[in-house]
């Protein structure tokens, strides 16, 4: 059974630092595309950052870039969202996705797996 299980989300001041944490299992991710969604409350669902090791490609939403960063293990079953620079519009819930295609994540935002996700809270 593919679990996808977050952590790391928390209560930060604007301007502040928080760095998420996913942890797949259940199947080998190595080839799959990881990455990060979020949906703040009375909002749809958007795309914030992928990241696909087997062919290097990342991608990052507008919003986000110079600020978030994805990474992952080297096993590539955990993936990592480093957050700086902590907006109060990035308060939200965030989601960890994996899918077998990069683009799949990337333009038709969406994914094949996706995690309970973890709250983000930015105060201002």
């Known amino acids: 059974q593919v679990q996808l299980v977050e952590s790391g989300g928390g209560l930060v001041q604007a301007g502040g630092s928080l760095r998420l944490s996913c942890a797949a299992s259940?199947?080998?991710?190595?080839?799959?595309?990881m990455g990060w969604f979020r949906q703040a409350a009375g909002k749809e669902r958007e795309f914030v950052a992928a990241?696909?090791?087997?062919?290097?490609?990342?991608n990052a939403a507008d919003s986000v870039k110079g600020r978030f960063t994805i990474s992952r293990d080297n096993a590539g079953n955990t993936v990592y969202l480093q957050m700086n620079s902590l907006e109060p519009e990035d308060t939200a819930v965030y989601y960890c996705?994996?899918?077998?295609?990069?683009?799949?994540?990337?333009?038709?935002?969406?994914?094949?797996?996706w995690g309970k996700g973890t709250l983000v809270t930015v105060s201002s």
């Open positions: 259940g199947r080998t991710f190595g080839s799959y595309t």
């Open positions: 996705a994996a899918s077998a295609q990069y683009l799949t994540m990337v333009v038709r935002r969406t994914a094949d797996y």
């Open positions: 990241a696909s090791w087997s062919t290097g490609s990342t």
